[in-house]
């Protein structure tokens, strides 16, 4: 099981924000920290850009240890794909780069019943539940590399999966619900704001120097502790996909 991270340092709400650090350590530093937990993926490969300033995440992502691919800035579904192919991918497990607080927990979870059912996608994402950023999807390569052929759509070819939520009649997926103690779909845990970066540092703050490792129960045992902190990043609003 190979999980792609796609990450530029373009981003237009908060350009360079995977290179901003969180206690110490750059957001896509720390997010491979926590994917490195997860039980079920075997690789890693960073799907960045051949943009020359995307040369610092190649530096970064090497000297992390995982794999490296480079393509279109445009084109992401086929940088996925072929970073996917490049570390000899069956089945992908799609992370973006700003998915900072991402749970290895709800990751296993997904690639356990994409494991166990006879489907062609498992995702938390297109039917939200959880917060914003506590992403999973899983997917065979094969599904992807079908979508790929089939769309040209600019939309389709920016963002990754929604070919196969758009035509489920093409595609077995599984979505799956958080449970009551995590549902909490209008929080944001993901990057895209200062503010969201202002509410990952706090959060971070709080709980890595007791716990490196700490979960997602921790940190709404947090928030629930300190309420003030969902304020942070709460006026954020996410770019809808059409």
């Not at 075997?42 to 300033?53: G, Q």
Request: charged share 25%; hydrophobic share 40%.
């Amino acid at each position: 099981m190979v999980a792609t991270i796609e990450a530029r340092t373009g981003s237009s709400r908060l350009p360079g924000k995977v290179l901003m650090p969180v206690l110490g350590m750059p957001a896509l530093a720390r997010l491979v920290e926590r994917l490195k937990r997860a039980r079920r993926v075997d690789a890693i490969v960073l799907a960045t850009t051949v943009n020359p300033e995307d040369d610092a995440l190649e530096e970064l992502g090497r000297s992390l240890g995982i794999g490296v691919y480079r393509g279109s800035e445009e084109d992401v579904l086929d940088r996925v794909l072929q970073a996917a192919a490049s570390a000899g991918a069956g089945d992908i497990v799609e992370i973006t780069g700003d998915c900072t607080l991402l749970c290895p927990e709800i990751l296993d979870q997904a690639v356990e019943i994409y494991l166990r059912g006879d489907v062609d996608v498992v995702s938390n994402t297109w039917e939200p539940s959880y917060p914003q950023g506590i992403d999973a999807q899983v997917f065979r390569y094969a599904s992807l590399a079908d979508a790929a052929r089939r769309t040209s759509e600019p939309a389709h070819r920016e963002h990754v999966s929604l070919y196969f939520y758009e035509h489920p009649e093409l595609y077995r997926i599984h979505r799956f619900q958080a449970p009551a103690e995590f549902r909490a779909p209008e929080l944001r845990f993901q990057l895209d704001y200062p503010e969201d970066l202002a509410f990952i540092r706090s959060v971070y703050g709080e709980l890595y120097p007791v716990n490196p490792e700490f979960s997602l129960q921790d940190i709404f045992a947090l928030l629930c502790r300190k309420p003030e902190l969902k304020d942070i990043n709460s006026a954020c609003k996410e770019k809808p996909v059409r």
